[in-house]
C-alpha cells in the first residue's frame, strides 16, 4: 500500500482529520460523509484549494460503498460502536472519536468484531499525547516513579457559553441527553495509558444539574466522577465536566511509591515530577515543559494531542511498530470507556461499587453480551422554547 485511502465520517469535529488526511505524507482523504450539507461544502472547498478529488456523502450506506482503507469516525459520541463493527466488517481499519461504545453489549461486540477482522482499531484519546502525559507514560514506563499508588485525571470544561454552536438546539443532540459520567476518557484515559493498568471496579457520584445548563437543554448533572480501582490496588480519581473554571483545568497527577509527576494546573504544558532518593521523604523536584517526540505535532490542536492520533493511526496501517506500541487499541479503548458507564449504574444504585470486566478474556464477556442498558437522561419536559433559544443563537453564532 503507498498511501492510505482515508475517509471521515463526520464533519465537525472530523475537519481536524480532513486536514491532517490532506496533509499526511502517507494518507490521502478520498470521501467525507455527513449529512448537514454546508460541511459538505466546506469539504469540496477545502479539497479544491488543495488539489484534492474527495468524494462526499450524506448518507453512510453510500460513503461505505467508496474505496478506501481506513475509516475515522467523527459522528455521535454515543454511536461511534455500531459504525466501527460496520468499517471493519467491510475490511476497513477504524479510528474512533471518543467515545468507545454506549453499552456494555456494545463493548463486547466491538472487542470481537476487531478481533474477527484483523484490522487496525484505533482510539483517538488525543489527551494521551499532550507533551505532558505522553511524557508521564515513557517515565512511569521507565520505572520513574515506582509503582502506582494514587493517580487523578481532570477534564474541568464548562461548555455553557458554547452549548449552541455544540448542541444546535436539538432536543435529542447526544450532548443533551448524556450523563454526567459518559464523557470519561479525557480524564481516565491517560492514567490508563501511562500506567497502563486495567481498571477493576468503579463508584460514580454526580453533582446536581445546575440551572445553567438545564437554561440550555440538559438536565444531566453537571460535573461527574468516577473513584477507579486498578488492578494493583491503585485508586484514581477522573472528575469531568462544566464546573465553573477558565480557562478550563486539564490536569494529571500520578503518585508511585517512588515519586510522583504532576501536570500543572494553571501552566498548561508543564510537568512538575518528585523523584525520591535512597531516603524516605528526601528526593527532588523539577519542574519542565517536556519535548514533544515527534515535533510535527507542535501547534497541532489539543495542546498537540491531535498530531498523534492521526500519525499512528496512518503509520500502524503501513506496519510501523512503534505506531502500534504507541496507541490505543480496543481493549485499551474499553476499559477507559466502560467505567463512566458503569459509574453512571453506580450512581443509580446508591453509589455502589461496580465490578469492571476484563474484555481481554472470553470467558468475562458472556455476562455482558445482552447487558443493553443505554443511560439517557431525559429532557422531555424542558419547554420548547429553550430549544428554540439555542437554535437562533447557534444560528446568529451567538454564545450560550
Ligand atoms: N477528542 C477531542 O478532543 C474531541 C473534541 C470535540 C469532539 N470530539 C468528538 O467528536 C465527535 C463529534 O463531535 P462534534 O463536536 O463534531 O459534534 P457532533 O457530534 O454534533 O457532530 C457530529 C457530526 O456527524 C454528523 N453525523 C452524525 N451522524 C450522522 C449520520 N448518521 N449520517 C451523516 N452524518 C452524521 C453530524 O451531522 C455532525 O456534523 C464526538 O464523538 C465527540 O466526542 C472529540
Same mark, same amino acid.
Given at each position: 500500500?503507498?498511501?492510505?485511502?482515508?475517509?471521515? $465520517?463526520?464533519?465537525?469535529?472530523?475537519?481536524?482529520?480532513?486536514?491532517?488526511?490532506?496533509?499526511?505524507?502517507?494518507? =490521502?482523504?478520498?470521501?467525507?460523509?455527513?449529512?448537514?450539507?454546508?460541511?459538505?461544502?466546506?469539504?469540496?472547498?477545502?479539497? =479544491?484549494?488543495?488539489?484534492?478529488? @474527495? !468524494?462526499?456523502?450524506?448518507? $453512510?450506506?453510500?460513503?461505505?460503498?467508496?474505496?478506501?482503507?481506513?475509516?475515522?469516525?467523527?459522528?455521535?459520541?454515543?454511536?461511534?460502536?455500531?459504525?466501527?463493527?460496520?468499517?471493519?466488517?467491510?475490511?476497513?481499519?477504524?479510528?474512533?472519536?471518543?467515545?468507545?461504545?454506549?453499552?456494555?453489549?456494545?463493548?463486547?461486540?466491538?472487542?470481537?468484531? @476487531?478481533?474477527?477482522?484483523?484490522?487496525?482499531?484505533?482510539?483517538?484519546? *488525543?489527551?494521551?499525547?499532550?507533551?505532558?502525559?505522553?511524557?508521564? +507514560?515513557?517515565?512511569?514506563?521507565?520505572?520513574?516513579?515506582?509503582?502506582?499508588?494514587?493517580?487523578?485525571?481532570?477534564?474541568?470544561?464548562?461548555?455553557?457559553?458554547?452549548?449552541?454552536?455544540?448542541?444546535?438546539?436539538?432536543?435529542?443532540?447526544?450532548?443533551?441527553?448524556?450523563?454526567?459520567?459518559?464523557?470519561?476518557?479525557? =480524564?481516565?484515559?491517560?492514567?490508563?495509558?501511562?500506567?497502563?493498568?486495567?481498571? %477493576?471496579?468503579?463508584?460514580? $457520584?454526580?453533582?446536581?444539574?445546575?440551572?445553567?445548563?438545564?437554561?440550555?437543554?440538559?438536565?444531566?448533572?453537571?460535573?461527574?466522577?468516577?473513584?477507579?480501582?486498578?488492578?494493583?490496588?491503585?485508586?484514581?480519581?477522573?472528575?469531568?465536566?462544566?464546573?465553573?473554571?477558565?480557562?478550563?483545568?486539564? *490536569?494529571?497527577?500520578?503518585?508511585?511509591?517512588?515519586?510522583?509527576?504532576?501536570?500543572?494546573?494553571?501552566?498548561?504544558?508543564?510537568?512538575?515530577?518528585?523523584? !525520591? &532518593?535512597?531516603?524516605?521523604?528526601?528526593?527532588?523536584?523539577? +519542574?519542565? %515543559?517536556?519535548? $514533544?517526540?515527534?515535533?510535527?505535532?507542535?501547534?497541532?490542536?489539543? &495542546?498537540?494531542?491531535?498530531?498523534?492520533?492521526?500519525?499512528?493511526?496512518? +503509520?500502524?496501517?503501513?506496519?510501523?511498530?512503534?505506531?502500534?506500541?504507541?496507541?490505543?487499541?480496543?481493549?485499551?479503548?474499553?476499559?477507559?470507556?466502560?467505567?463512566?458507564?458503569?459509574?453512571?449504574?453506580?450512581?443509580?444504585?446508591? *453509589?455502589?461499587?461496580?465490578?469492571?470486566?476484563?474484555?481481554?478474556?472470553?470467558?468475562?464477556?458472556?455476562?455482558?453480551?445482552?447487558?443493553?442498558?443505554?443511560?439517557?437522561?431525559?429532557?422531555?419536559?424542558?419547554?420548547?422554547?429553550?430549544?428554540?433559544?439555542?437554535?437562533?443563537?447557534?444560528?446568529?453564532?451567538?454564545?450560550?
Amino acid at each position: 500500500m503507498s498511501k492510505v485511502k482515508i475517509g471521515v $465520517f463526520g464533519g465537525y469535529r472530523g475537519m481536524t482529520m480532513i486536514r491532517q488526511a490532506i496533509d499526511h505524507p502517507d494518507a =490521502s482523504l478520498v470521501a467525507v460523509c455527513d449529512k448537514y450539507e454546508p460541511l459538505l461544502e466546506q469539504c469540496r472547498s477545502l479539497a =479544491s484549494e488543495h488539489g484534492v478529488k @474527495v !468524494e462526499l456523502f450524506a448518507d $453512510f450506506d453510500d460513503f461505505i460503498q467508496c474505496d478506501m482503507d481506513a475509516v475515522v469516525l467523527a459522528n455521535y459520541a454515543n454511536e461511534h460502536a455500531p459504525y466501527a463493527i460496520r468499517c471493519l466488517e467491510s475490511g476497513r481499519h477504524v479510528m474512533s472519536e471518543v467515545l468507545t461504545c454506549a453499552t456494555l453489549k456494545e463493548a463486547v461486540e466491538l472487542v470481537e468484531a @476487531v478481533e474477527r477482522s484483523g484490522k487496525v482499531y484505533q482510539y483517538a484519546e *488525543n489527551y494521551c499525547y499532550f507533551n505532558t502525559t505522553f511524557e508521564m +507514560r515513557q517515565r512511569y514506563q521507565r520505572g520513574d516513579i515506582g509503582e502506582l499508588m494514587h493517580a487523578e485525571g481532570e477534564y474541568i470544561h464548562d461548555c455553557s457559553s458554547i452549548w449552541p454552536q455544540i448542541t444546535y438546539g436539538e432536543r435529542e443532540h447526544w450532548r443533551n441527553t448524556m450523563y454526567s459520567t459518559f464523557y470519561c476518557t479525557h =480524564s481516565l484515559g491517560p492514567i490508563l495509558f501511562a500506567s497502563g493498568l486495567r481498571p %477493576v471496579s468503579v463508584v460514580g $457520584f454526580e453533582t446536581r444539574n445546575m440551572p445553567f445548563m438545564r437554561e440550555l437543554g440538559t438536565k444531566a448533572g453537571t460535573a461527574g466522577m468516577e473513584i477507579v480501582m486498578l488492578e494493583n490496588g491503585a485508586m484514581v480519581k477522573s472528575i469531568h465536566g462544566g464546573l465553573k473554571r477558565e480557562p478550563g483545568s486539564i *490536569n494529571y497527577q500520578m503518585y508511585g511509591s517512588k515519586g510522583s509527576m504532576e501536570t500543572d494546573r494553571w501552566e498548561f504544558g508543564n510537568l512538575h515530577v518528585y523523584l !525520591e &532518593g535512597d531516603r524516605n521523604c528526601v528526593g527532588e523536584h523539577v +519542574r519542565y %515543559v517536556p519535548e $514533544f517526540t515527534i515535533k510535527d505535532a507542535e501547534g497541532a490542536g489539543h &495542546g498537540g494531542g491531535d498530531f498523534f492520533t492521526t500519525h499512528y493511526f496512518v +503509520r500502524q496501517i503501513l506496519g510501523d511498530d512503534d505506531a502500534r506500541k504507541n496507541s490505543i487499541d480496543v481493549y485499551q479503548a474499553v476499559d477507559m470507556c466502560m467505567p463512566g458507564i458503569l459509574a453512571y449504574r453506580s450512581i443509580l444504585n446508591g *453509589n455502589a461499587p461496580q465490578v469492571v470486566p476484563n474484555l481481554r478474556l472470553k470467558e468475562e464477556r458472556d455476562k455482558y453480551r445482552n447487558d443493553d442498558i443505554r443511560y439517557l437522561v431525559s429532557n422531555e419536559d424542558i419547554p420548547n422554547s429553550v430549544f428554540e433559544m439555542v437554535r437562533q443563537k447557534w444560528i446568529k453564532g451567538e454564545p450560550g
